[in-house]
């Protein structure tokens, strides 16, 4: 199993947003989040990749081997393309960078400052790094914004890849990628409004309503 998750509860800025979750994925295996905005999902995606403490519950996942990709690109914009993939395969111990540019179109891209990308181009540089992490469980928040059809199509495949080759994801998204089996998961259930109120506080800044 490449992650194990049992009665989690995660908390964004010290509220409570989900408790309870269950589930599993496998090796070769992607799961699909589903849920409204602020349900929770980026929420869970952080604490499975270990960015933010659960509140409880249990996170098991190989050392060391899960890769986070959310909103923000995180890229280096003085740095060109080629540098900015080979920074990040130096920080994992990757042994090239061509097969992350293959798998996203960049060798046009690759003396171009990242700073002077388009959204579409700095967010295919951002999933590229995903490549050179050689890390096998994948959490990805809303992967493809910016991306048009032609790279929403080449995103999946990259990731089909990654799956086929025994490695796992768990993907916040809306778009249907056409991963085969793919499993799909509704947190809205383990969110914070179907779950015992607090107490009442006086101070509207802890009160249920302000948060």
């Not at 990040?88 to 990308?117: C, H, K, M, Q, Y």
Request: glycine fraction near 12%.
């Amino acid at each position: 199993m490449s992650l194990d998750v049992q009665s989690l509860a995660c908390a964004r800025g010290g509220v409570r947003i989900l408790a309870g979750v269950s589930f599993a994925v496998a090796r070769g295996e992607a799961l699909i989040l589903r849920g409204p905005n602020g349900s929770g999902k980026t929420t869970l995606l952080r604490t499975l990749a270990g960015l933010t403490p659960p509140l409880s519950g249990k996170v098991a996942a190989p050392p060391e081997g899960v890769a986070y990709a959310g909103h923000a690109d995180g890229l280096k914009a003085q740095l060109s393309v080629a540098e900015n993939l080979a920074f990040w395969a130096g920080v994992f111990g990757a042994t090239g960078i061509s097969a992350a540019v293959d798998a996203f179109d960049l060798a046009e891209l690759l003396d171009r400052p990242a700073g002077n990308l388009s959204a579409g181009q700095k967010r295919r540089l951002s999933l590229a790094r995903l490549l050179v992490t050689g890390r096998p469980v994948w959490c990805l928040d809303e992967p493809t914004v910016s991306l048009d059809v032609d790279n929403v199509a080449r995103f999946a495949r990259a990731v089909g890849t990654h799956l086929a080759a025994g490695g796992a994801a768990v993907i916040a998204t809306h778009i249907d990628l056409g991963l085969p089996g793919a499993k799909s998961l509704d947190i809205t259930p383990f969110t914070r409004a179907h779950q015992p109120r607090r107490p009442h506080h006086d101070d509207p800044f802890l009160s249920e309503g302000a948060l």
